[in-house]
């Protein structure tokens, strides 16, 4: 089942404007973490989030966590057109044997930065 | 991908066969994963290993085994291959664990298969 649910599917902006993805879950987490995967290519790590914090920063790249409302923000400023890609959140609900991460992944949102 | 590999990165073959598929790391962690994924269903889990010998399912593992008889190695057979096992495969690795984890997954390439 799915436990992350991107939200919009599609993305389309001008280079240099800001983008905003948001991940909705339905069931307490451990950490919440957000993947970008090239066409072609496997995913990549960009940021994990723990369920005690509420922001996290890293480059361009700012991410929230509101565990109240079950919900995660992605937000890429300064967008390049590198930064076409599709997103996904994914969720580690802490219930796996012998300390295995078993994510649960939402099916993405593909981001299109137009130059 | 730097310390993870899979082969092969592309395989046709036929209902009914065997499949094999390979996933190979330099980094000694410790649990593995395969994944898969399709239109509209994101990336599911299909089976992972928290050690040499010890692996468990996933949520889609109906069709599938797995092995891991050394730490770098974790493969994925498909018992006898049907046309909706046709999909992109990932294989991912990872340190972390629980609450105080502060690494996510690191993925292969992707193996895509198609079963015709």
């Known amino acids: 089942s799915q436990q992350g649910e991107e939200d919009p599917q599609a993305l389309s902006i001008q280079e240099g404007e800001n983008a905003t993805m948001n991940c909705s879950y339905k069931t307490s987490i451990n950490n919440l973490q957000w993947y970008r995967q090239n066409s072609g290519r496997g995913l990549v790590h960009l940021i994990l989030i723990r369920s005690n914090e509420r922001e996290k920063h890293s480059g361009r790249l700012r991410v929230t966590l509101d565990t109240s409302k079950k919900s995660s923000s992605l937000l890429i400023t300064a967008s390049r057109a590198a930064d076409t890609a599709s997103y996904f959140c994914a969720t580690d609900e802490g219930e796996a044997d012998q300390g295995a991460q078993k994510l649960v992944f939402g099916q993405g949102t593909r981001l299109t930065i137009n130059p | 991908d730097a310390g993870i590999t899979q082969s092969p990165r592309h395989k046709v073959t036929e209902t009914g066969t065997p499949v094999t598929l390979r996933c190979h790391q330099t980094e000694n962690h410790r649990y593995m994963y395969w994944y898969r994924q399709d239109p509209g269903h994101g990336l599911r889990l299909i089976h992972y290993?928290?050690?040499?010998?010890?692996?468990d399912k996933g949520e889609v593992s109906d069709g599938y085994s797995v092995s891991r008889s050394k730490t770098e190695d974790f493969l994925l057979t498909l018992e006898s291959a049907t046309s909706s096992q046709t999909s992109v495969y990932f294989c991912a690795i990872s340190i972390g664990t629980g609450a105080y984890s502060s690494n996510g997954y690191t993925f292969g390439s992707g193996t895509r298969l198609t079963v015709v």
């Open positions: 290993s928290y050690g040499v010998k010890d692996t």
